[in-house]
């Protein structure tokens, strides 16, 4: 094997949730790699607008609010093909986190969770088959996590955990139901990540020595880390590869 089995020159990604953290870690490592990118989030980073530019990649921000309004995810596919021409990598990357207790957790803070984390993601693959099957195949990536595994441990999370083990069985499931037209569908299922997300946990004295401590590792990971993941899933390299959810977290869920 070569390393042009992880080139991914020519090819259109479209990255939601990219503007920061893992989804722009990935942008990154498929900028590198020699992809195009739309890069999609509530707001148009300028952070990472800089980030790309001062390293030599082109990309586009479209903004879209995947949570609250459902026709955002067609609309962002369709812009996504009216500036690139085409799509072929889908990376479904935003997402939020809500910790609490099960029995004082209210149904508005249910649907949030749910309606980004697992609506939304169903709503973006169902967007983007269409163009995948015109151009003969392509690939979706899901972001997932252990959390969609194991219950870790020690802050509650049922919401949460709930959604991520839905964003896994739904790229199971898809990926069987479209191998035959040469679409791969796979999951990233990252630990304890080094973002925006996960820094009040790290800052947590209660929390993060038992993150800690049940990570063989010792350490959180990077998103550097997951996303050199994400580039062999999306590459030619991981080519006989669907419906898998590879996990990314220092050994956590050996544990």
Request: negative net charge; charged residues 20%.
């Given at each position: 094997?070569?390393?042009?089995?992880?080139?991914?020159?020519?090819r259109?990604?479209?990255?939601t949730?990219?503007?920061?953290?893992?989804?722009l870690?990935?942008?990154?490592?498929?900028?590198?790699?020699?992809?195009?990118?739309?890069?999609?989030?509530?707001?148009?980073?300028?952070?990472?607008?800089?980030?790309l530019?001062?390293?030599?990649?082109?990309?586009?921000?479209?903004?879209?609010?995947?949570a609250?309004?459902?026709?955002?995810?067609?609309?962002?596919?369709?812009?996504?093909?009216?500036?690139?021409?085409?799509?072929?990598?889908?990376?479904?990357n935003?997402g939020?986190?809500i910790?609490?207790?099960?029995?004082?957790f209210?149904?508005?803070?249910?649907?949030?969770i749910?309606s980004?984390?697992v609506?939304?993601?169903?709503?973006?693959?169902?967007?983007?088959?269409?163009e995948?099957?015109?151009?003969?195949g392509?690939?979706?990536?899901?972001?997932?996590?252990i959390s969609?595994?194991?219950?870790?441990?020690?802050q509650?999370?049922?919401?949460?955990?709930?959604?991520?083990?839905?964003?896994h069985m739904?790229?199971?499931?898809?990926?069987?139901?479209?191998?035959a037209?040469?679409?791969?569908?796979?999951?990233?299922?990252p630990?304890?990540?080094?973002?925006?997300?996960?820094?009040?946990?790290?800052?947590?004295?209660?929390?993060?020595?038992?993150?800690?401590?049940?990570?063989?590792?010792?350490?959180?990971?990077?998103?550097?880390?997951?996303?050199?993941?994400?580039?062999?899933?999306?590459s030619?390299?991981?080519?006989?590869?669907?419906g898998?959810?590879?996990?990314?977290?220092g050994?956590y869920?050996t544990?």
């Amino acid at each position: 094997m070569t390393l042009k089995k992880f080139r991914l020159d020519g090819r259109v990604a479209l990255i939601t949730g990219g503007t920061r953290g893992i989804g722009l870690a990935i942008a990154h490592a498929f900028a590198e790699a020699g992809a195009r990118l739309v890069l999609s989030g509530r707001t148009l980073g300028e952070e990472a607008a800089d980030s790309l530019s001062d390293a030599g990649h082109k990309v586009d921000f479209v903004a879209a609010d995947l949570a609250d309004d459902m026709g955002a995810a067609d609309r962002l596919v369709a812009e996504t093909i009216a500036r690139t021409g085409k799509l072929d990598i889908l990376v479904n990357n935003a997402g939020i986190a809500i910790h609490g207790d099960s029995g004082d957790f209210d149904d508005e803070r249910w649907r949030r969770i749910m309606s980004l984390n697992v609506d939304a993601v169903f709503r973006v693959c169902r967007a983007a088959l269409p163009e995948l099957r015109r151009s003969g195949g392509g690939t979706i990536l899901n972001i997932g996590s252990i959390s969609g595994i194991v219950s870790n441990i020690p802050q509650n999370q049922v919401a949460y955990n709930s959604s991520k083990a839905a964003v896994h069985m739904m790229t199971k499931s898809l990926a069987s139901e479209v191998a035959a037209e040469n679409i791969r569908v796979n999951a990233i299922a990252p630990g304890y990540i080094e973002t925006d997300m996960s820094r009040g946990g790290i800052a947590n004295p209660d929390w993060f020595p038992i993150w800690r401590n049940q990570t063989p590792m010792g350490r959180v990971g990077q998103p550097e880390e997951v996303a050199s993941a994400a580039l062999f899933l999306c590459s030619p390299a991981a080519s006989y590869i669907t419906g898998e959810i590879l996990v990314v977290d220092g050994g956590y869920t050996t544990r």
